[in-house]
């Protein structure tokens, strides 16, 4: 969308050189501009009515790839965040302790439950769930586009009004 100048032209008053000032003072500006020429700010906005009738797949599936991987190396990082935090308050000691409080016996004496669900177990099982999403994810992006193409073109898309602030 173009914006459109409005531009307001002082004209001399006849028999007076331009550029002369004049003996009433200086011309005050048009009616619908402010100083300078600009357009006056209480004016009610421009509306213009768009209808958005095609989305290209080729970008919806280059823009969710990008943010697919973004989503994934957040997962990746909160994952590894929130594990260490829990290895730093103790929680893997504790669960320890209680198994073989709770089971007894010699053969629980050597449990770890970090041999199980290790730091190293998690985030390997997170990068690739964070990999199969980022396909996933793409891939339904740009299915929705080609399914949204094919809609519009039978009932003529979306309707959006766009106004200019003031």
Do not use: C, H
Request: glycine share 10%.
């Amino acid at each position: 969308m173009t914006d459109r100048v409005e531009d307001t032209v002082v004209r001399p008053a006849a028999g007076r050189p331009a550029g002369a000032p004049s003996a009433s003072g200086p011309v005050p500006p048009a009616p619908g501009a402010a100083a300078g020429g600009a357009p006056a700010r209480g004016r009610a906005p421009r509306r213009a009515r768009l209808r958005l009738t095609r989305i290209d797949p080729w970008s919806v599936m280059k823009t969710s790839f990008l943010l697919s991987i973004a989503f994934a190396v957040v997962t990746v990082v909160s994952v590894a965040m929130v594990w260490q935090v829990l290895g730093a308050a103790g929680v893997w000691d504790s669960i320890n302790s209680t198994i073989q409080e709770g089971i007894g016996g010699e053969d629980v004496a050597s449990f770890r439950i970090e041999d199980y669900v290790g730091t190293s177990r998690v985030l390997g099982f997170t990068m690739l769930v964070a990999a199969i999403d980022v396909v996933l994810i793409t891939a339904a992006a740009t299915l929705v586009a080609f399914l949204y193409n094919m809609s519009a073109a039978l009932l003529g898309g979306v309707e959006i009004t766009l106004a200019e602030d003031n």
